[in-house]
């Protein structure tokens, strides 16, 4: 028992080492790129993406992503994880009744379904851009092998913005009864997306076809709780959409009218890596989550202290030498004296409580940017929240304009350097500022 103790102990103090000397994005290092996209700026997005983490699975998947909005399929670094992660065991981590599976990729990180999922996706669409058909349908069957296989005691994992964004991937590569498969089954797990059985109905497809990537993504927030287990209560965060899930249409110059249906948004995506992220690790986690509190709060208090005491000081001087100056002033009969006495000891008093303050202040901040998981939380961003598609029979002109409540929008296009697409792809960023 002392053995198997010491070598637990062993391996946690070893893990905990090993995050220490990593230096991991921080969410405030996404600003520059979230607010380009925000902005409909792909170009400035990649130019101002974060520099740390290069080369790692999350950066590599976010930044090829931004790199297919403008058309550029860069996906070599991104087929290299694929084929190392096929390499490598797949992990089940139970809890309660759930199962979740994630895949541990050569750089340490315990990549999820849908991003794993999202990773095959990306290289089917990147290599329908090269025009390689048959490496693109090796990757399509792969997202479809995954989102049908039994993940867990309840049933596979599943998720309709997937299974369209698959549908899109089949018609593609000109498989269109499978795409209708996947629309039919898209309805099934969100019977609100009637479009998506209308479209499983058609027995040939669509003369058009357009499909619209939303954003933003999610972002973490901190959710701090009170539990009984403290330290996982301010451990707790939350994912916050800013996307308004608005109602689109496209008219051509002629009027012809392509209405177009959206998808269940990515919500269950997050609340599933976060239910996962705390199942993998939860002792780990807490156990260095635990350290860096209870050090962030020693420290805190030392400097929160001396900076009321200091405070303290400088009040207690200022009243000494004002008082002393006025003292001087009313024996000397002096107002200049008297006034200049008490300009000190109001500016002794204001400046010592300016210190105490400030050290306090200091010291919340400081325990407040420990506590605050959402700045550390690691997962893959820029993902499309939800997804709008639009079919018409008929051939439209070539000068189109999207609305979205009766007011005119410009969603990026995605110019394909493959020019037989039989998909336009689009970009919107639909979101609050």
């Not at 990147?126 to 993940?151: C, P, Q, T, Y």
């Not at 965060?237 to 959206?262: A, Q, T």
């Not at 000190?344 to 407040?368: H, R, T």
Request: hydrophobic share 40%.
């Amino acid at each position: 028992m002392g053995v198997i103790l010491s070598i637990h102990i062993f391996l946690l103090a070893s893990l905990y080492l090993v995050s220490c000397s990593t230096v991991y994005n921080k969410s405030y290092d996404y600003y520059p790129t979230t607010k380009s996209l925000s902005e409909q700026d792909l170009e400035t997005a990649l130019e101002v993406f974060p520099k740390g983490e290069d080369g790692a699975f999350i950066t590599t998947l976010e930044k090829t992503y931004l790199n297919l909005l403008q058309g550029k399929p860069e996906i070599k670094k991104l087929e290299w994880f694929a084929e190392k992660m096929e390499e490598r065991v797949r992990y089940k981590v139970s809890r309660e009744l759930k199962d979740f599976f994630y895949a541990d990729t050569p750089d340490g990180y315990y990549a999820s379904e849908h991003e794993i999922i999202w990773m095959h996706l990306l290289l089917s669409w990147g290599n329908i851009m090269l025009g390689d058909k048959e490496k693109a349908l090796i990757h399509i069957r792969k997202v479809s092998h995954f989102l049908g296989g039994e993940w867990s005691h309840e049933g596979p994992f599943d998720d309709p913005i997937l299974r369209i964004f698959l549908a899109s991937m089949w018609r593609c590569v000109d498989h269109w009864e499978e795409a209708r498969v996947e629309y039919r089954k898209a309805y099934y797990m969100d019977k609100s997306m009637t479009w998506a059985w209308q479209l499983s109905l058609m027995k040939a497809p669509p003369k058009k076809m357009i499909l619209v990537l939303g954003y933003p993504g999610r972002e973490p927030i901190w959710d701090p709780k009170l539990e009984w287990n403290v330290v996982r209560g301010f451990r707790d965060l939350k994912f916050n959409s800013k996307g308004l899930e608005s109602k689109i249409e496209l008219r051509d110059e002629k009027g012809k009218l392509i209405s177009f249906g959206i998808t269940s948004n990515s919500k269950a995506w997050y609340e599933r890596h976060l239910e996962r992220d705390n199942a993998i690790n939860e002792l780990i986690q807490d156990s260095k989550y635990g350290q860096k509190m209870a050090l962030s709060i020693v420290k805190n208090t030392a400097v929160a202290t001396g900076g009321v005491a200091l405070g303290i000081t400088v009040g207690v001087l200022g009243i000494a030498v004002g008082g002393g100056l006025i003292y001087l002033g009313t024996e000397a009969n002096s107002s200049d004296l008297s006034a200049v006495g008490l300009v000190v000891l109001i500016a002794g008093l204001q400046k010592g409580a300016e210190i105490a303050s400030k050290s306090i202040d200091s010291a919340k901040q400081d325990i407040v940017n420990t506590a605050n998981v959402a700045q550390s939380y690691r997962y893959v961003r820029y993902l499309p929240d939800y997804i709008w598609v639009g079919s018409s029979n008929q051939e439209l002109s070539p000068s189109v304009q999207f609305h979205e409540s009766r007011k005119q929008i410009a969603p990026t296009k995605v110019n394909s350097p493959n020019k037989e697409s039989v998909l336009d792809f689009y970009f919107y960023p639909d979101g609050r500022k």
